[in-house]
């Protein structure tokens, strides 16, 4: 059975991951307060931000974009503003 930890995120008790998403003391963090469902709607948020940017994960100056926009949008903290108004088409019927 997962571990149960209270989710920044989500703002409720849900399973937490079974190890850290990120290297050093900011994925020691991610991973005592952001679950896995939390975890997953980062990657989603993530994706929107790299396409619309033009973001290259390689380059380490996107790479520092992305560390910024992940802190701001697991806890809430410094200046990020998500993917530049981008909005996800809607499904085809």
Do not use: Y
Request: hydrophobic share 40%.
């Amino acid at each position: 059975m997962a571990k149960m930890i209270q989710c920044v995120v989500l703002n409720k008790e849900a399973e937490s991951m079974e190890s850290a998403p990120h290297p050093g003391d900011l994925g020691l963090r991610i991973i005592d307060s952001v679950s896995a469902e939390g975890w997953n709607k980062w990657l989603e948020h993530l994706t929107m931000i790299i396409n619309e940017n033009g973001l290259n994960t390689a380059d380490p100056k996107s790479l520092k974009f992305i560390e910024q926009h992940m802190i701001g949008f697991l806890f809430n903290e410094g200046d990020f503003s998500g993917a530049g108004g981008f909005a996800p088409p809607t499904a085809r019927k």
